[in-house]
């Protein structure tokens, strides 16, 4: 399968011709971006990371969403995040909706664009969930179909989301992190780790989140997110983990993040938070501990390069 290029099927432009300003986030530390922050946002002056929008909730042509869209992107990066494209699903992706996805894309220039691994649709229903997936040689394909066909209308890579998971396929004949790694090597796309969803999943599922990241293609990661679960209990009372995005990053997602950090270096990190969600300076305050982190590995590398 063909990799894609970052100026595939785009058209050529010069840095004066762009929309908006051409805003690096190497290292820097984001939030999920809500409308009714927008006030406290622009009452601060200076950069204040990027921030990562859902791509469904901006495919209307116009109004309020994009003027205030407009308003953060002229001056952070912004990360582009799907929510609908159901890539594990079988049956082929939706055009119109890959187009309105591509007119995003041209409008706003993001610094990166994501997606899930995950299904969310049968026939012409949306099930408004992101969905497990066998592990297998025919799902794998499809996979690689979808993620092919995405990048090739857009015109750009993409970062794949590793996901939250509640129940496992007997018929699985590889793990997640082969799944994934196959992937990235047949589609050229990149990742995005979500260390929540590995937290999460390691719980309801009993296996170790440090071995799960041990497996996992970290030199294909661009982009990391953080996020707050929830805990209940299953019908046998036992633990269950929600990735609910409603709270603070947990302490030992925290730990997972240093570890992740301290062996890849200062990668882009969101603070996802979708729900129940906080004035902005309790948001901000998230994400200024995950830039701390990133700062502090930024300069221990340097450190260490300049000793050596």
């Known amino acids: 399968m063909a990799n894609v290029s970052m100026t595939n099927n785009l058209p050529m432009e010069t840095e004066s011709t762009l929309r908006f300003p051409t805003l690096s986030l190497a290292g820097q530390a984001g939030t999920s971006f809500k409308p009714e922050h927008l006030a406290a946002i622009s009452a601060v002056s200076g ?3 990027f921030f990562e929008v859902h791509a469904e909730n901006y495919m209307g042509a116009g109004g309020p969403p994009h ?4 308003r953060v992107r ?3 990066p912004i990360s ?5 494209m159901s890539l594990g699903g079988p049956q082929p992706l939706d055009k119109d909706h890959l187009k309105r996805f ?7 220039e993001p610094a990166l664009i994501s997606e ?3 299904w969310s649709t049968h026939v012409d229903t949306y099930l408004n969930d992101l969905l497990p997936l066998p592990y297998t040689a025919t799902t794998l394909a499809h996979v690689c179909d979808h993620v092919d066909q995405m990048q090739n209308a857009i015109g750009r890579p993409i970062l794949l989301e590793n996901p939250s998971t509640y129940v496992l396929f007997a018929e699985s004949s590889m793990t997640e992190t082969d799944f994934i790694r196959d992937i990235a090597r047949r589609t050229g796309c990149g990742l995005l780790l979500d260390i929540n969803n590995v937290f999460v999943s390691a719980t309801n599922h009993g296996f170790s989140a440090l071995q799960y990241l041990r497996d996992f293609p970290l030199s294909c990661v661009g982009e990391i997110h953080l996020a707050g679960h929830a805990e209940q209990e299953d019908d046998e009372g036992e633990l269950l983990l929600i990735d609910s995005h409603d709270g603070p990053v947990a302490g030992a997602v925290w730990q997972l993040y240093e570890i992740v950090i301290n062996s890849c270096g ?8 979708d729900s129940k969600i906080p004035d902005w300076p309790v948001l901000r305050a998230e994400a200024l501990a995950a830039q701390a982190i990133l700062d502090r590995h930024a300069r221990d590398r340097e450190t260490y390069h300049a000793l050596g």
């Open 47 to 49: 950069p204040q990371g």
């Open 67 to 70: 003027r205030a869209l407009e």
């Open 74 to 76: 002229r001056d952070h």
């Open 80 to 84: 582009l995040h799907g929510v609908c």
């Open 102 to 108: 591509r007119t995003l894309v041209d409008r706003y």
């Open 116 to 118: 899930h691994l995950a």
């Open 266 to 273: 200062p990668i882009p990190t969101l603070i996802e938070w």
